[in-house]
Nanobody, 122 residues
Framework: VQLQASGGGLAQTGGSLMLSCAAS????????MGWFRQAPGKEREFVAA????????PYAASVKGRFAISRDNAKDTVYLQMSSLKPEDTAVYFC????????????????WGQGTQVTVSS
């Protein structure tokens, strides 16, 4: 699976950004999709995930209520709507894909996008 993430950029505290991740190479509906992020000097961490049907959407506690993950299986694309952004959300955001059920463990995802930078100014 090839993944192409886009939509990062600079936002102010309290602002919003939407990330997109377009997939190709496999039936999109069969893929569990996840968003992860990595800040400088820190390990990659789980942000949100969504099942193939879209009915299961786990979130990290740090983003729950502020971020929303969704997918459009007709467009082979997954989205991450980020609102009420905080400086601690600053990181490179990665989308990832795996066959079957979603997971919060980055180690079980076998396809990764190139990452998109999100910077939140205070």
């Amino acid at each position: 699976v090839q993944l192409q993430a886009s939509g990062g950029g600079l936002a102010q505290t309290g602002g919003s950004l939407m990330l997109s991740c377009a997939a190709s190479g496999r039936t999109f509906r069969s893929l569990g999709m996840g968003w992860f992020r990595q800040a400088p000097g820190k390990e990659r961490e789980f942000v949100a995930a969504i099942s193939g049907s879209g009915d299961t959407t786990p979130y990290a506690a740090s983003v729950k209520g502020r971020f929303a993950i969704s997918r459009d299986n007709a467009k082979d694309t997954v989205y991450l709507q980020m609102s009420s952004l905080k400086p601690e959300d600053t990181a490179v955001y990665f989308c990832a894909a795996k066959l079957g059920w979603v997971s919060t463990d980055p180690g079980v995802y076998d396809s990764w996008g190139q990452g998109t930078q999100v910077t939140v100014s205070s």
